[in-house]
């Protein structure tokens, strides 16, 4: 069984190199467009990891981080920030949220799959 | 100074009983007095005391035979002669001022009263007077003083130590909107105002002794209106040092501390957009770089999804190119190298061409552009391009904004010494919350679709128009759609382009 990842993001394009980046590494997707959807899907697919867009309508990517830290099942849930906000205080701000890593956009391939081997546990990276 | 000619002395009515003089008594009433006295007969000096000789700077020989009317000054003469007649007649008693040329050739002013006697056996006058230079000097100092805060363009108040106002000069009325002084006068300070206590403390820390405060404060009009009152106010002692009562000077400063306000509002806008730009530039530049990136790694070997990379890096390419030609331009705005090159034109054509050039993007969203132009309009003086422009921006912001299937209108129409264009959609609408604030500089709608803009083009537009001697203006009902007009003066060879 691959491991899931959820990919909150409202760029369509950057949702769509997420996820191909990731499914050729053997993952599972799931795409969610706004911070609602993600805690849905959240909840309804049990992800073992969340990329988390911070400039999200509606509900922000730290909100949604916040509201996640609260709940005892999503509580020790990998979280990687994935934002064009790049100042040290938006990476502090992230951190600060509950998310494990932070990663700023643009990034390359190779920098997604990194982080996301390191979140998962290399020894349980691939099926 | 009174000539003799003068009838008889009225008798004098005395409380005191009749004094039966010596010489020894006159002669001690005439130098204990306190004012200079003097004695004519024929209008000429007879007697003058030495307080008189001291006062003019005459001396007795001087003086003795001296016609009194030469020292006054001659513009005083004639009224001097009627005033001391009235007086010698017994018609008025009150005394009169005039200018006393003094030996040294300054001018004394005096206050005199003349009455009439007789001198062995024929009629005399006898005069006293005073100096009362330093009184006139002084008065003419405060003349000076109340001109100057009467029509100073600041309000001035006075109030005593219990902040009751004693003066309000026309300014001060103005700024209250009340009518007159009266209105005012005996009101207490802090009525004016809507902080009691700030004033009542402000009231406190002058009588302590603090001697001047500065402040601000929320007042209130005679309407009822608020504003920011900005003050400065001191303490008036008496000659002894002990405080009397309060003097301020008041301004209006509402107005001041709302540009202050915008400004800083600006200055938040303007940090905010300086990050905004690194966002938005880094979020085109995650598709560039990433699919770019997979597809040299040769992770992306199906041509079909190739060619979806491609699209994307090329759709996102565009959408930089915009950004940053926005960037400039709000960049020569900022530093005012922002130029319209006004000429005679038919604005049909810059109209036509953006719907033209939008064609294609509305068609993929399915909505229909409707071009309401009649065939001939007035030629305006207008730049080409920069209209155009305006043009691009309000009908894919229409585009951008309805949901697919729907309709836009972009009507242009010669209404009395103007053009009008309104752009109309029926898409999401806008809050008119957001109305104040839709032209300025990176503000962006807070819906799902800001992401796409780049916050500018609305503020570019309005800068292009009012460049023009325009106006840009928005109707809108959320749920609804919106119409952007603009109007551009005709000017005054505005007229029909087949003349």
């Known amino acids: 069984m691959s491991k899931k990842i959820l990919v909150v993001e409202d760029d369509a394009n950057t949702s769509l ?29 049990h992800p073992d990891l969340i990329i988390l867009d911070v400039m999200l309508p509606g509900l922000d990517g730290y909100e949604v981080c916040s509201r996640l830290r609260l709940k005892p099942e999503t509580a020790n849930l990998p ?28 990034a390359d391939p190779s920098e997604i799959r990194a982080k996301v081997a390191a979140l998962l546990g290399n020894a349980s990276k691939i099926v | 100074m009174a000539d003799k000619s003068t009838a008889m002395a009225k008798p004098g009515e005395l409380a005191w009983p009749t004094l039966t003089g010596s010489e020894e008594l006159t002669q001690a009433l005439i130098r204990s007095a306190g004012t200079g006295i003097y004695i004519l007969q024929d209008g000429e000096f007879l007697f003058a005391n030495s307080l008189f000789q001291e006062l003019t700077g005459y001396t007795e020989a001087e003086l003795r035979g001296a016609r009194s009317v030469s020292f006054v000054h001659p513009e005083d003469r004639e009224a001097v002669r009627n005033k001391a007649v009235e007086n010698l007649k017994g018609k008025s008693l009150l005394p009169y001022e005039y200018r006393f040329i003094k030996k040294n050739g300054d001018i004394m002013w005096v206050l005199e009263r003349v009455t009439s006697t007789e001198y062995k056996g024929r009629p005399a006058t006898v005069g006293s007077f005073m100096d009362i230079t330093e009184s006139k000097k002084a008065e003419r100092e405060l003349r000076t003083a109340e001109t100057a805060i009467r029509t100073c363009i600041s309000a001035i108040a006075t109030a005593d130590l219990d902040g009751r106002l004693t003066y309000v000069n026309p300014a001060f009325l103005k700024v209250w909107g009340y009518d007159s002084p009266n209105d005012l006068l005996g009101r207490s300070v802090a009525s004016l105002c809507k902080e009691d206590k700030k004033t009542e403390r402000l009231i406190q820390a002058l009588s302590a002794g603090s001697g001047t405060e500065a402040a601000e404060l929320i007042a209130e009009k005679k309407d009822g209106t608020e504003f920011i009152v900005g003050l400065k106010a001191s303490l008036i002692a008496d000659a002894k040092g002990q405080p009397v009562s309060i003097t301020a000077s008041l301004a209006d400063i509402t107005e001041r501390r709302q540009v202050e306000e915008t400004r800083r509002q600006l200055d938040r806008m303007k940090s905010e957009f300086t990050s905004n730009v690194s966002h938005e530039l880094r979020t085109p530049l995650q598709s560039i770089k990433g699919f770019s990136k997979l597809m040299l790694e040769g992770k992306v070997p199906d041509p079909e999804t190739q060619k979806r990379f491609l699209t994307a890096i090329n759709q996102q390419s565009e959408y930089l190119s915009r950004l940053i030609d926005d960037l400039l331009d709000v960049s020569r705005l900022e530093s005012g190298r922002f130029t319209v090159e006004k000429q005679r034109l038919s604005i049909t054509k810059p109209i036509r061409e953006a719907i033209e050039s939008l064609r294609s993007l509305a068609d993929k969203k399915g909505i229909v552009i409707n071009a309401d132009i009649p065939a001939t309009l007035p030629e305006a003086e207008a730049d080409e391009e920069r209209l155009m422009q305006v043009m691009v921006n309000l009908i894919s912001n229409a585009i951008k904004f309805s949901s697919s299937g729907g309709r836009i209108t972009v009507k242009a129409e010669a209404k009395d ?22 032209f300025d500089r990176f503000y962006r709608a807070k819906t799902a679709l800001r992401a796409q803009g780049t916050g500018l083009g609305l503020h570019i537009s309005k800068e292009i128009i009012e460049a023009h001697g325009g106006r840009i203006w928005v109707e809108s009902k959320v749920g609804e759609g919106s119409t952007f007009s603009f109007n551009l003066p005709l000017g005054q060879h505005g007229g029909d382009s087949n003349e």
Do not use: H, N, W
């Open chain 2, 417 to 438: 010494a103007e053009l009008l264009v309104q752009v109309t959609d029926r898409g999401t609408g806008i809050a008119e919350d957001a109305f104040p604030y839709l």
């Open chain 1, 17 to 45: 190199f997420v996820d191909y980046t990731l499914q050729q590494e053997g993952y599972q997707v799931v795409v969610a467009k706004d911070g609602l959807e993600g805690l849905k899907k959240t909840e309804d697919e």
């Open chain 1, 79 to 106: 979280i990687l920030m994935f934002s064009a906000k790049a100042r040290q205080d938006d990476k502090d701000a992230g951190l600060r949220f509950g998310a494990d890593d932070y990663l700023v956009k643009p």
